[in-house]
């Protein structure tokens, strides 16, 4: 009761009205109490009203509190309505303006999106062009030492982990430094841009060709066995001699010499 009476003087103190009537129930009820405690002391003789005092002070404080209640939910009821028509005009106001603002921001941000888009496709194209430049030899467009020999890790470790086999041919044009001797370097070029087309011509879509030296070659070839890999290299040895290169008006036969290395998984 004290801190009933606390609350009470405390919101009233606050300037809360409903609280004159939450300290007046509870007077009523301690008022009821007091008379019905005195008589039990017997300082007040007895009467049927004293002996009831508690609970007609009971009585008056649930009808004071049955009260209170339901004027705080029909305020809270009033309240809410009212801010259910303020959110709505607010909403009626600011739809438009956001309606506005979301299509400006719709269209600023698709603009950079396709602004992103384009330097993203831009950038992916430079990467591109770089990783081939990195990878591959100017001259004839072939694989150069170093991206041969990534490559060759790569398919050493994939042929043990699955127990395939592999062969590797290195081709060697034959007295090349005679023929740059004799016809000079860019023509030399020529010879190396010609043997390494049939090269190109004559390898399956799965081999690799690089160029790992000024005139070698080299074939990495994947799940072949050694009997075809051989027939492979000789197709290659007839085809560049059968090409006939022209230098200075003159046909040049062109022979190579070519190593074949065969790895199965019991190596």
């Known amino acids: 009761l004290p801190f009933l009476l606390f609350v009470a003087i405390w919101a009233l103190y606050n300037r809360h009205n409903t609280a004159k009537i939450y300290l007046l129930a509870l007077s009523i009820y301690i008022l009821g109490m007091t008379l019905l405690s005195l008589m039990a002391l017997g300082v007040l003789s007895y009467n049927i009203y004293l002996a009831n005092a508690a609970t007609i002070g009971s009585f008056f404080e649930i009808l004071f509190f049955s009260l209170l209640l339901a004027y705080r939910i029909n305020h809270v009821r009033k309240e809410s309505l009212q801010t259910q028509q303020e959110l709505i005009q607010l909403q009626k106001t600011e739809s438009s303006r956001l309606f506005h603002t979301v299509a400006e921001k719709t269209k600023a941000l698709n603009r950079a999106n396709k602004r992103l888009e384009a330097e993203l496709q831009k950038k992916e194209k430079l990467e591109k062009h770089l990783q081939h430049l990195a990878s591959t030899d100017p001259l004839t467009g072939l694989l150069n030492r170093r991206a041969f020999f990534d490559i060759c890790d790569g398919e050493m470790i994939e042929a043990s982990s699955n127990d395939m086999k592999v062969s590797c041919l290195i081709i060697d044009i034959d007295h090349f430094k005679q023929i740059n001797d004799t016809y000079g370097h860019d023509k030399g070029d020529i010879v190396i841009k010609s043997v390494a087309k049939v090269m190109s011509d004559n390898i399956r879509a799965i ?61």
Do not use: C, H, W
């Open 207 to 267: 081999d690799y060709l690089g160029r790992i030296g000024g005139e070698e070659f080299a074939i990495l070839m994947p799940d072949i066995d050694k009997d075809t890999a051989f027939q492979i290299a000789d197709r290659l040895r007839m085809n560049i001699y059968k090409e006939k290169i022209r230098l200075n008006g003159k046909p040049l036969q062109v022979t190579v010499s070519i190593g074949l290395s065969f790895l199965n998984n019991e190596d």
